[in-house]
């Protein structure tokens, strides 16, 4: 499996773990993720590009590198992928635009919700198209619509307040996940068409 794959759920995960370095008082149970990364608090930038950026960037290597074998793949694949695609370039993007301190209303917390906002909504689309365009593999489809269904309802529909931080957490993790499991499908049965293919004749 690609490396790209990989290291962007780890690399999230450790980034979360050394989230309180510097600031003791950030609750992975209690806090949003992007507020570690707010405006003005120390490590911020440095919590932003391993939470946001970095993991936005790999992933989005791992989602090109499938675009090629899966171009004969039908148009619901290759939209699917463009819309997932979108979704990965707008998690990135919440690094890149931090929220303001002084609160939601400020036009940088804003433009970091639009991002979030348009993390997910680009997600739904493109996970179920994926579903369509791969529902002979039954196992990935069925996964895909699960995660499509799961990601908002975990994230937006779920209960705030004490477990917001909660929240959000599981919902990045399905959604790293989904990736992971996209990736490994794809390209092994992208591989296996090839190598089933007849040969050329001459």
Known sequence: MSMWAVSPLLLFLLTLGLARCGL?????????VALRGASGLPGGLLFNLGAFLLPGVCLLLAAQALRRPLQASGWWTRIGLTLCQLSVLAFAL???????QRGVDEAASRLHVL???????????????????QRQRRGFALASVAAAALVPGIAVLAPIGLWVGLAQRLAFGLW??????AVAQLSRASVSGEESAPPARM
Not at 24 to 32: A, G, K, N, R, V
Not at 176 to 181: I, V
Request: no cysteine; net charge negative.
């Open 24 to 32: 003791p008082d950030y609750s992975h149970w209690h806090h949003p």
């Open 176 to 181: 790293f996940g989904w990736w992971w499991l």
């Open 115 to 133: 991002m979030w906002m348009l993390w997910w909504i680009a997600f739904v689309p493109g996970a179920l198209l994926l579903a369509l365009g």
């Open 94 to 100: 919440q690094g890149a635009l931090p929220l303001d």
